[in-house]
């Protein structure tokens, strides 16, 4: 979610003041922490009332959280955690407002549901709500406590409450536990739906409308139905035939109000999803599930869905599954652009006024001549890996960009390329550094990957391996440019520094992200290096996990800037571990990848793109040359930190 995080210091039995706008209060008792924000001592304005707040994970709608706020009587919330802090917290005071104060209970150990200051808090709340992370914790934390008492008490007593991700999973009549050694995935849980992995919990919660309901979240984008048909068919082989199951997707919020009445919110067109069996389920000797009908019904923001009767009208989207030998039949179709490309020139101080219009034309001609080709690739079927080479060859064979013909000399003079592809969809990757003779060294690289047992080649014998491949030649001096041998010139005159000789062009690497057709994504990644290397110094570009990474599910990432930094933060790795284990947007996790580049004295940017064909630009410069095309959007190219691109999200 959208949260910043903020610095914790939590001392024994002492409660210290953090500066901010609301002053955050943090304590220590045992087996938690605590943290507040706001006014605990103002009364609550109006009469809290029922409501349920179920949220799929990742962002936070604002709409649904002031509906939530509402119920609460705009009085005082209480998060419980199992893990992370208070920011939460502050994140609500900040941008929803509406409520007095925000309590958190941030639990370590099962000893702290028995503590009376924390029953004391539950209930005191106004609303609760239970945040994401890993729901074995709240299960062992706080079944058969006065903790689970508190919260059944709270709803009975017409009290709002909510749940995100493993707080929501908790919250249904049976619920995933998630208590075996590693969470089961829908592959395994159909294979085996009695399993030791499919973990189901009932007897913890009583929640309205809930009872015969067991819910999953990160929905479409996890691949989850399939482990949601195998709960029900496990629950409804021990309990009878009325378990349901209800899925939410990332990004995505249901509202239910006293009635049963339900709204969708959603910052990303997802849906919430009622899995209602119409069969009986069976299992094959293995233990392989078979269900001749399970019908799936998706719920948009038009529909209108009734929790009281579990009726829907008026539903996004409506099907019925079959799984046959722990296979389904069809899967809910993510709202996934069908392909999607953006590309990368460079970044540095670029001011408007700094370019000649001639020179800027030229430029947005050469992103719009690259995005041409690799467009024209994903347009026609073709692989997100074959797109991001044909993009980047366009760019290595203009001047304007530090790589390929027009890259920057060394101090002895000399071009030395790097260049890295990976492929999402494999993790197979392929890199190459210090080349000094073959054309185009993204080509070099893919060959690398496609032909080699290795990942990474350099110097000689790169291109020795090159000319064995028959890929083309060309004499050194193909490289040179005049612009490129004045500023290697003046280097050695002055000593100056890249951005000195070039402020406009600090970093030239290019670089393009591509998901295909088929969902694949990919990421590559070209340049010459920094001006003046010595000692055949190596960048980023030809790292995997720095200045290049993909992996499908993830996201796909190429990087531009001081490639020591990069290193040193895993920069493209780290794009897509925030979307995989923080629950983070693209954009998100690009531009908190590019605060910690920032953070250590680093500088440039990167291209991100997730699953979906979402795009994310971040830089911490004054510019970067980049481009973006997609199913949905024509090409447009963009140059100074103030443009956006309709492709982008």
């Excluded at 939530?68 to 009085?75: D, H, Q, S, Y």
């Excluded at 074959?386 to 980047?392: P, Q, W």
């Excluded at 994310?616 to 949905?632: L, V």
Aim: aromatic share 6%; with cysteine.
């Amino acid at each position: 979610m959208l949260a910043r995080s903020f610095l914790v210091v939590a001392l024994a039995s002492l409660a210290l003041l953090l500066p901010g706008a609301s002053q955050a209060k943090v304590q220590t008792g045992d087996g938690y922490t605590y943290y507040e924000t706001g006014d605990l001592a103002a009364p609550t304005p109006k009469t809290p009332e029922p409501g349920l707040l179920l949220i799929g994970g990742s962002d936070w709608s604002e709409p649904a959280w002031r509906w939530f706020a509402g119920k609460a009587g705009e009085g005082h919330l209480v998060i419980l955690r199992a893990s992370q802090d208070g920011s939460d917290g502050e994140w609500l005071m900040e941008h929803i407002g509406g409520l007095a104060s925000v309590q958190t209970l941030v639990f370590s150990d099962r000893e702290a549901a028995f503590d009376p200051r924390v029953a004391e808090i539950l209930e005191q709340a106004d609303g609760i709500f239970i945040a994401g992370g890993d729901q074995s914790k709240y299960v062992r934390f706080w079944k058969g406590t006065p903790v689970s008492d508190a919260l059944n008490a709270h709803v009975a007593a017409g009290r709002p409450i909510g749940g995100t991700s493993a707080g929501l999973a908790i919250l249904g009549g049976t619920g995933y536990g998630a208590l075996a050694e590693e969470a089961v995935d829908s592959r395994e849980a159909l294979a085996d739906p009695k399993g030791p992995k499919v973990t189901l919990v009932s007897d913890f919660l009583e929640m309205p409308f809930l009872g015969n309901i067991i819910t999953d979240t990160h929905f479409t984008e996890r691949n989850r139905l399939g482990r949601l048909v195998a709960f029900l068919a496990q629950a409804r082989a021990a309990q009878g035939e009325q378990t349901i199951g209800l899925g939410i997707d990332e990004d995505t919020a249901l509202t239910v109000e006293a009635d049963g009445t339900a709204r969708l919110y959603s910052t990303s067109e997802g849906n919430a999803w009622l899995v209602q069996p119409l069969a009986k389920p069976s299992f094959g000797e293995s233990g392989a599930l078979d269900w001749d009908a399970v019908q799936l019904i998706a719920i948009g923001p038009e529909t209108r869905f009734d929790m009281a009767t579990m009726t829907v009208s008026e539903p996004a989207y409506m099907t019925t599954i079959r799984v046959t030998e722990g296979k389904l039949s069809e899967e809910p179709k993510a709202k996934r652009r069908d392909w999607s490309l953006a590309i990368h020139g460079g970044s540095g101080v670029i001011e408007r006024g700094d370019l000649t219009p001639e020179t800027e034309a030229a430029y947005r001609a050469s992103l719009q001549a690259a995005l041409a080709a690799g467009s024209a690739v994903l347009e026609n079927g073709g692989t997100s890996l074959d797109a991001v080479e044909a993009t980047l060859r366009i760019l290595e064979d203009d001047p304007l960009f530090n790589a390929g013909r027009g890259a920057v000399f060394d101090a002895e003079g000399r071009n030395q390329l790097d260049a890295s592809i990976m492929d999402g969809a494999t993790l197979n990757a392929g890199a190459v550094a210090g080349v000094s003779t073959t054309k185009h060294p993204i080509t070099l690289a893919r060959s690398v990957l496609d032909k080699s047992r290795h990942v990474l080649l350099s110097g000689e014998g790169a291109d020795q391996f090159a000319r064995e491949q028959g890929i083309e030649q060309v004499d050194p001096a193909y490289f040179r440019t005049e612009r490129r041998w004045q500023q290697i010139q003046e280097w050695r005159k002055n000593n100056l520094s890249a951005l000195a000789l070039d402020p406009t062009h600090r970093f030239g690497t290019v670089g393009a992200v591509a998901l295909d057709r088929d969902g694949n994504l990919a990421a590559a990644t070209s340049t010459g290096g920094l001006t003046g290397k010595r000692w055949g110094r190596i960048g980023d570009s030809p790292i995997i996990g720095a200045g290049t990474y993909a992996a499908n599910g993830k996201c796909a990432v190429s990087g531009t800037g001081t490639g020591e930094y990069f290193i040193r933060e895993s920069a493209g790795r780290q794009v897509c571990d925030r979307v995989a284990w923080n629950g983070q947007t693209i954009a998100q996790a690009a531009d908190d990848t590019i605060g910690s580049i920032g953070a250590l004295g680093g500088d440039g940017g990167l291209i991100a793109m997730d699953a979906m064909g979402r795009i994310a630009f971040a830089m911490n410069t004054e510019g970067m040359y980049r481009g973006a095309a997609s199913s949905e959007h024509p090409a447009e190219e963009a140059i100074y930190a103030d443009e956006t691109l309709a492709n982008e999200d």
